[in-house]
């Protein structure tokens, strides 16, 4: 077996719509290692986008889902519940910055999105929801609306569900601030939707997809008052920034405010399919018996792990650990920028062990360089490192490796990553 015969069997069976990044098939994977199915061994920063801060098969993890393994392995928790799922919101409810909170579990961070929207139209019997320029929230119809990028995730859908809007995010090196954010704010709430008719609005405290952006605090902060002022339901949608990646378990604690929802997946469960909506119980309580779940919603399996995550999380540090990798990763990148050997980079940013920076055109040091990002990956890969890219202009660089990885290996990615940023500048059309 080798990676062109599956790809070729992938173009068979798959269809196109679902993009992989790379032809490379896994074959086992450890911590923040990666091994293809031609013995290729491969350095993880992507960590599966976002979901395996607590590394590829943690121990801890692996035998906390053998052990649930051997009890059983779905009753569907509206039919038969399980204490596992009720320890997993019991835990969510102590760490989120909600006072007063209660949980629900789901699958997938679309659902959770999905649903935090239905929680938030129940409450407050209004349709509206406002999303933000540059925002990922998902694939499904409603999440796709939220989505705040035509290309690929709404191209050849058709016309999105009603009652959505969009404002820009703030983003300094596109030219909008969070002033301009607050205006059009205003204006839609004057123009298109009042926010009497306004169940939410949602946000990412660091866009993931759209360019790892962090929030401004100000902007959150006056949401924050903007939202309780109106009975206006505030979303953070920490389904990337959460369980430790922004040096805060939750990245809306880098702002001191509130939300009175927040929808988690990914780093949850360690690589096991679970989602949750932790939110203030009053509005939580809104939706009636039966309007909330899903059959394969809190999965026993993937609850143990996620309980052995918060575990391993708070055992580890990984909350400082996410601090100090995004520090080593940082200071590299400055050394690196300040250099001409390599395309250029700018913009470097991120809390914690969310780090991203912009690859830009030499000429301006400012336009952005998709092409440029490109061959960034595709060499960092053929070097043996891990690599995406993001952001509405394609020309963002994440990373996002376990927090779990050793000094010794993370700085084993970030010398491929230098040679890659090097490597692209020299085969540059």
């Keep these: ?57 943690h121990p801890r993890i692996m035998e906390a889902v ?37 949980a629900v579990l789901f699958s997938t961070g679309a659902e959770a999105v999905e649903n935090a929207v239905k929680i938030a139209r129940a409450a407050t019997g209004r349709p509206g929801v406002i999303a933000f320029s540059g925002g990922f929230h998902g694939r ?35 030219g909008t601030s969070t002033e301009d954010s607050l205006k059009a704010l205003d204006t839609l709430f004057r123009t298109d939707i009042g ?25 959150l902060t006056k949401l924050r008052g903007i939202c309780s002022r109106a009975g206006i339901v505030l979303i953070a949608d920490e389904i990337q920034t959460g369980f430790a990646r922004t040096g805060k378990m939750f990245g809306v604690e ?11 997946a990914k780093s949850m469960a360690g690589g096991f399919p679970l989602s949750g909506v932790i ?14 779940g899903g059959t394969y919603a809190g999965n026993p399996v993937s609850c143990a792990a996620a309980l052995a995550v918060i575990d391993v999380i708070a055992e580890e540090k990984l909350v400082e650990r996410a601090n100090t990798v995004g520090t080593r990763i940082k200071t590299r990148l400055q050394e690196i920028a300040k250099r001409n050997d390599s395309v250029p980079i ?20 400012q336009e952005p360089d998709a092409v440029a990002a490109k061959r960034v990956t595709q060499a960092a890969l053929d070097a043996g490192l891990v690599l995406l890219s993001c952001g509405v202009f394609g020309n963002t660089i994440r990373i996002l490796n376990p927090l779990t990885i050793t000094d010794d290996i993370l ?19």
Excluded at 158 to 172: A, E, R, T, W
Excluded at 257 to 263: F, H, K, N, R
Excluded at 411 to 427: C, P, Q, R, S, V
Aim: some cysteine; overall charge negative.
């Design 140 to 174: 499904t119809a409603m999440t796709t609306a939220l989505t705040g990028k035509v290309s690929p995730y709404k191209t050849g859908f058709g016309i999105s569900p009603p009652g959505i809007y969009h404002v820009p995010f703030p983003v300094p090196q596109h």
């Design 195 to 219: 926010p009497d008719n306004t169940a939410a609005i949602i946000i990412e405290p660091v866009q993931g997809e759209g360019g790892f952006h962090p929030a401004p605090v100000d902007l």
């Design 1 to 57: 077996m080798n990676n062109e015969i599956l790809q070729h069997r992938r173009r068979a069976a798959v269809p196109r719509g679902i993009a992989t990044a790379y032809p490379t098939f896994v074959s086992r994977a450890e911590n923040a290692e990666i091994w293809d199915v031609e013995g290729n061994r491969l350095i993880d920063f992507a960590g599966g986008i976002a979901v395996l801060n607590t590394g590829h098969r």
């Design 411 to 429: 700085d084993e990615g970030l010398d491929i990553l230098e040679g890659a940023l090097k490597t692209a500048l020299e085969t540059e059309d």
């Design 254 to 264: 880098h702002s001191g405010i509130s939300p009175d929802i927040m929808t988690v």
């Design 279 to 292: 939110g203030r119980a009053d509005i939580m309580e809104a939706a009636e018996p039966g309007g909330l």
């Design 346 to 365: 700018a913009a470097l940013r991120g809390p914690g062990a969310m780090v991203a920076f912009d690859i830009v055109r030499k000429e301006d040091g």
């Design 66 to 102: 053998r052990q649930q393994l051997d009890s059983y392995t779905h009753t569907a928790f509206q039919i038969l519940p399980y204490a596992p799922y009720v320890e997993v919101c019991e835990r969510l409810v102590q760490l989120a910055p909600i006072k007063n909170a209660k």
